[in-house]
C-alpha cells in the first residue's frame, strides 16, 4: 500500500504561483510514475503532469512552460510549480502514484487551487 498526502493549495490571483507538495508513505520502493492529475468543476480528470523514477517528466500541453514537476526521492515528496496560473487552472489537485510491476495507482485525497481573475 502506499499512502499520499497533498498539500499547497489555496486561493490566488491569476498571475500568481503555487507550489503543491505530495508526500509517499508505505511501499513506495518500486519503479513508478507519479503525477498530478486534475478535476476542474463539472469536468472530468484529467492529466497535468508526471514524472518517473528516473526523473523523467511529461506535461500536458496546458500546463507546458508554467508548470514544473519534480521529486526529492530521498523524501518521497513529488512537487508541482504552477506559475503564471490562470482561472481556467482552478481544480481539485490529485497525487498519484503508478506503481510500473503490477499497474495500479494509489491516490492523494485531493487539494483545491482557485484562481481568481
Known amino acids: 500500500q502506499v499512502q499520499l498526502v497533498e498539500s499547497g493549495g489555496g486561493l490566488v490571483q491569476a498571475g500568481g504561483s503555487l507550489r503543491l507538495s505530495c508526500a509517499a508513505s508505505?511501499?513506495?520502493?518500486?519503479?513508478?510514475?507519479i503525477g498530478w492529475y486534475r478535476r476542474p468543476p463539472g469536468k472530468q480528470r484529467e492529466l497535468v503532469a508526471t514524472?518517473?523514477?528516473?526523473?523523467?517528466?511529461n506535461y500536458a500541453d496546458s500546463v507546458e512552460g508554467r508548470f514544473t514537476i519534480s521529486r526529492d526521492n530521498a523524501k518521497n515528496t513529488v512537487f508541482l510549480q504552477m506559475n503564471s496560473l490562470k482561472p481556467e487552472d482552478t481544480a481539485v489537485y490529485y497525487c498519484?502514484?503508478?506503481?510500473?510491476?503490477?499497474?495500479?495507482?494509489?491516490w492523494g485525497q485531493g487539494t483545491q487551487v482557485t484562481v481568481s481573475s
Open positions: 508505505g511501499s513506495t520502493r518500486s519503479n513508478n510514475v
Open positions: 514524472i518517473t523514477s528516473s526523473g523523467n517528466t
Open positions: 498519484s502514484f503508478r506503481r510500473l510491476l503490477t499497474d495500479v495507482y494509489y
